[in-house]
């Protein structure tokens, strides 16, 4: 099937690009398809077509050309077409009619908008620079639809930097992240053993899924890669390299037939992690170790011990006595990760003395 970004190409391609032309042809602007939706991230199919998908485009604008806006988008809106390659470009039922500073839309699949507001609707941040509290209120999610798509024309290459300064997490944030997944680990990893002891089959699963959880994000870390949000996570992480090692063990967790058999596969993938930690050089990364929880029948990796070589190895002060990496580590709830401001209300209660944007 033509995936979404082929579609929004051509679409950009044979209509958006020869309107503007014709209507700015000075204008200097970048082009792409970036933002929400299954097809920014590559994993859109059939099924993806029911609802608030088809041509799309977000033009770029520079500050100083935000005063062309209403006249580019009043073009647009007398010269597309209702539909281009038997598609809709005609979006009403979507709600697109908005009108924020630096960011205009219509009933169409043209968004027009600044770098800046971009990044303000995304993560809630300006251009920046960023502090390291600034990324903590930064959902991978989210700075995961900056970085994807792709990118169809760029005037003086200025998304391109803004892409690349986004490309991943600073080193000590990174570390913080890494630290807080471990730590995770070891605040329940005992816990598969305890409830299959106790008899509770449901709980120790329960408990084994978390693990795997977080077992899945410290390999995205590993390998510098933002997680998507939960329906695209499994699939994403198919995608790493590490997955060829760790999928079978991640599988046989949350399919084992009893506690022990699924500790026995935590324990190993946990292991293979610790190790991979190693071998790409992350800084504080402690070998790993597989021993008995105290005295009890439970075979755990030492994972305080590799929480505390990451966090040992983080240089900002203020960073290394936080509990939590970002605001993604502290919440899972949509309402939260999809507001940047809610966000950064929640991580300015853990670091109260940054300034907020």
């Known amino acids: 099937m033509t995936t979404g970004l082929q579609l929004s190409r051509r679409f950009y391609e044979s209509l958006v690009a020869p309107i503007i032309a014709r209507a700015l ?31 799309t485009v977000q033009i770029i604008l520079d500050a100083a050309d935000v ?11 007398a010269q597309l077409p209702e539909r281009f390659e038997d598609w809709t470009i005609r979006f ?20 027009l908008m600044t770098l800046e507001a971009l990044l303000r609707r995304q993560v809630g941040a300006g251009l920046g620079p960023w502090s390291n509290a600034d990324w903590l209120r930064f959902p991978e999610q989210r700075l995961l639809t900056l970085i994807a798509g792709a990118v ?19 080193r000590d944030v990174r570390l913080l992240r890494l630290a807080t997944e471990w730590d995770a680990i070891g605040e329940e990893r005992a816990f598969v053993g305890r409830t299959g002891e106790l008899g509770d089959a449901l709980g120790s699963r329960v408990i084994g899924s978390r693990l795997v959880e977080h077992l899945m994000r410290i390999a995205f870390l590993v390998e510098r890669r933002y997680a998507p949000y939960p329906k695209w996570f499994g699939s994403a992480f198919a995608r790493l390299d590490s997955a060829a090692v760790l999928q079978p063990l991640l599988a046989e967790a949350l399919e084992a037939a009893d506690w ?52 040992g190895a983080i240089t900002d002060p203020m960073l290394r006595q936080l509990p939590v990496g970002g605001i993604d580590q502290l919440t ?3 309402p939260i990760l999809t507001a940047p401001e809610q966000a950064r209300r929640l991580i300015a209660a853990l670091v109260p003395d940054q300034p907020g944007e």
């Open 260 to 311: 022990q058999q699924r500790e026995a596969a935590i324990a190993r993938a946990a292991e293979q992690l610790a190790q991979l930690q190693l071998e790409h050089g992350i800084p504080g990364a402690v070998p790993p170790r597989i021993a008995s929880y105290f005295t009890r029948p439970f075979q755990v990796i030492n994972a305080d011990a590799i929480a505390a070589g990451l966090r």
């Open 67 to 77: 005063a062309h806006a209403d006249v580019l988008m009043a073009a647009l809106d």
């Open 332 to 334: 899972g709830m949509v």
């Open 92 to 111: 009403e039922s979507v709600g697109r009619h908005v009108r924020a500073d630096g960011w205009l839309t219509s009933d169409h699949g043209v968004e």
């Open 152 to 170: 169809f024309r760029d005037d003086g290459g200025q998304l391109a930097d803004l892409r690349q300064r986004l490309d991943y997490f600073p």
């Open 25 to 55: 042809p000075q204008l200097s602007y970048a082009a792409a398809r970036l933002g929400d939706g299954s097809e920014v991230l590559g994993f859109d199919t059939e099924m993806s077509a029911d609802h608030n998908y088809g041509p």
